[in-house]
């Protein structure tokens, strides 16, 4: 079983919908967690970071945290043609004496927003 | 544009040949990833090196190796290729050694071996 699972997808979804992306994991020692964007042909870039459990807000994003369930999630409100991407999960731990673990990532989920 | 620039974009070659592909990170970075993406793995860590010393070792292969190089660009050096190694490979950079999710990522270098 791997530590993050992220249904492939492909989600395709009218623009204007509410998308949900969500993850889940087994590590409980996961608290920084975040949601990457690829477009195709390119690398992946930070779209949101959290730490810990709760929601955070940027725009028409939302990350949420439920750390009891072992689970993520990214909305995306007022879903445009451009969030055409793939959406990667992402979460570290703290290191031993200080500093992060490398990041563990989702295999990805992608998405079309059909205008 | 991320500022970190890979080269080359696309590498065909045949296996058991070895490949080098370099990356300059972007301007003032001191720190360099090296990443794998492949549809069943997903994005895998390589290694890291900061200011020239190896930083952190991933799931790197023993076929594999990297350096970074006093001008802070780096190479990633993939020989015996196999079938398997065909993949997008990633650098990405910073500023300071971690964390990781602080590093901005070039557009990646695709690798195909057949």
């Known amino acids: 079983q791997k530590e993050v699972e992220q249904d492939p997808g492909p989600l395709s979804v009218p623009e204007g919908a509410i998308v949900s992306l969500n993850c889940t994991y087994s590590?409980?020692?996961?608290?920084?967690f975040m949601w990457y964007r690829q477009y195709s042909r390119k690398g992946p870039e930070l779209l949101m970071y959290?730490?810990?459990?709760g929601n955070k807000e940027d725009g028409r994003f939302t990350a949420q945290v439920d750390k009891s369930s072992k689970y993520i999630s990214l909305f995306i409100r007022d879903s445009q043609p451009s969030d055409s991407a793939t959406y990667l999960c992402?979460?570290?731990?703290?290191?031993?004496?200080?500093?992060?673990?490398?990041?563990?990532f989702g295999t990805g989920t992608k998405l079309q927003v059909i205008p | 544009d991320s500022g970190v620039t890979q080269t080359p974009k696309h590498l065909i070659t045949a296996t058991g040949q070895r490949v080098t592909l370099r990356c300059s990170p972007r301007?003032?970075?001191?720190?360099v990833y090296w990443y794998q993406q492949s549809l069943d793995q997903g994005l895998q860590f390589l290694i890291q090196?900061?200011?020239?010393?190896?930083?952190a070792k991933g799931n790197i292969l023993e076929r594999f190796s990297a350096q970074q190089f006093p001008d802070l660009h780096s190479e990633l050096n993939l020989s015996s290729l196999e079938l398997g190694d065909s993949a997008l490979y990633f650098c990405?950079?910073?500023?300071?050694?971690?964390?990781?999710?602080?590093?901005?990522f070039g557009q990646g270098t695709r690798l195909t071996v057949v």
């Open positions: 990405a950079s910073s500023v300071t050694p971690g964390p990781d999710w602080e590093a901005f």
């Open positions: 590590n409980s020692a996961f608290q920084y």
């Open positions: 959290t730490y810990s459990s």
């Open positions: 992402a979460m570290s731990a703290a290191g031993r004496g200080g500093g992060y673990q490398k990041v563990t």
């Open positions: 301007s003032g970075d001191l720190s």
């Open positions: 090196y900061y200011n020239g010393e190896e930083r």
